[in-house]
């Protein structure tokens, strides 16, 4: 109801009816015919009677009455059904520099954002100089992972990570089992890796949580880091991945000195192999 009282007739396209009027927003005879649906069978949606729903019909409910996902996800587990998939507010879409601001000040530990395809978003100096993240390689962070010589080079557990890593792609594509943006990066990374290839047809799931690496750096020497992937609700295509010094290690001690100015000068990207 409260919904409904905030949409004007004129916003859903009908005369205001002018002094007939007696309450703001649309009536529930209104929202039935706009939907298509029986004006008693609207009557009984809003009353939360024991009724037979579907998604289409909550859908044109949720059209007419202009919800937002975040309201349409809530409409639909009132009515029992489950929600369809979050979608980015129009308000939330520039979070761009809220994000980069967040990850600039995890630093002297490396950060970087990617969306739901592990396209490359952001990254954070750190991330540069422990992972080699630099423009100039594929900005996809499970292609990248497999094809770039200076992350194989410097990841001990190489072997063992990429299995997770892998699984934890599947767990993402998912969420989104007919999306050809994921189809595209399997198919990519297919042709680039037999590796990718072996592991991809394992069939393995895992969800994206903590993953415990150990970085052999150049300059350094050994980083231990326990990598989290976090996820924004108001922007469920992205996710931060923060890499933290394990404790009873020397890492954060290295990180510090590595982005200082005096580290960063021997730190310009060398490939041990």
Same mark, same amino acid.
């Given at each position: 109801m409260s919904r409904r009282a905030r949409i004007t007739p004129a916003e859903a396209?009908?005369?205001?009816?002018?002094?007939?009027?007696?309450?703001?927003? %649309?009536?529930?005879?209104?929202?039935?015919?706009?939907?298509?649906?029986?004006?008693? #069978?609207y009557q009984w949606l809003e009353?939360?009677?024991?009724?037979?729903?579907?998604?289409?019909?909550?859908?044109?409910?949720?059209?007419?009455?202009?919800?937002?996902?975040?309201?349409?996800?809530?409409?639909?587990?009132?009515a029992g059904l489950n929600p369809p998939a979050l979608e980015v507010a129009p308000a939330d879409r520039d979070?761009?520099?809220? %994000?980069?601001?967040?990850?600039?000040? #995890?630093?002297?530990?490396?950060?970087?954002?990617?969306?739901?395809?592990w396209n490359t978003v952001l990254y954070n100096d750190a991330a540069a100089l422990v992972f080699?993240?630099?423009?100039?390689?594929?900005?996809n962070c499970l292609i990248a992972f497999f094809t770039d010589p200076i992350y194989r080079s410097r990841?001990?557990? #190489?072997?063992?990570?990429?299995?997770?890593?892998?699984a934890q792609f599947r767990a993402a594509c998912s969420e989104k089992p007919h999306d050809d943006g994921f189809r595209?990066?399997?198919?990519?990374?297919?042709?680039?890796?037999?590796?990718?290839?072996?592991? #991809?047809?394992?069939?393995?799931?895992?969800?994206?949580?903590?993953?415990?690496k150990e970085i052999e750096h150049?300059?350094?020497?050994?980083?231990?880091?326990e990598a989290t992937q976090l996820r924004i609700p108001a922007r469920p295509d992205l996710a931060i991945? %923060?890499?933290?010094?394990?404790p009873d290690t020397d890492t954060a001690e290295k990180l510090e000195w590595l982005t200082s100015p005096e580290g960063r000068r021997g730190s310009m990207y060398p490939i041990a192999i």
């Open positions: 396209g009908l005369p205001d009816g002018g002094s007939r009027r007696r309450t703001p927003g %649309l009536r529930r005879e209104e929202v039935a015919v706009l939907a298509g649906v029986g004006v008693s #069978w009353q939360g009677r024991d009724i037979t729903v579907s998604g289409q019909v909550l859908d044109s409910v949720g059209r007419v009455l202009k919800l937002t996902s975040a309201e349409r996800r809530h409409l639909y587990a009132l979070m761009c520099d809220g %994000l980069k601001r967040l990850i600039d000040a #995890w630093m002297p530990f490396p950060a970087h954002i990617m969306d739901s395809y080699g993240m630099r423009p100039e390689i594929v900005q990841a001990t557990r #190489w072997e063992e990570i990429a299995r997770q890593v892998v595209a990066v399997i198919e990519e990374a297919r042709e680039l890796s037999p590796e990718f290839a072996e592991l #991809w047809e394992r069939g393995d799931v895992r969800p994206g949580g903590q993953t415990q150049p300059v350094v020497g050994t980083l231990h880091v991945v %923060l890499h933290t010094p394990q």
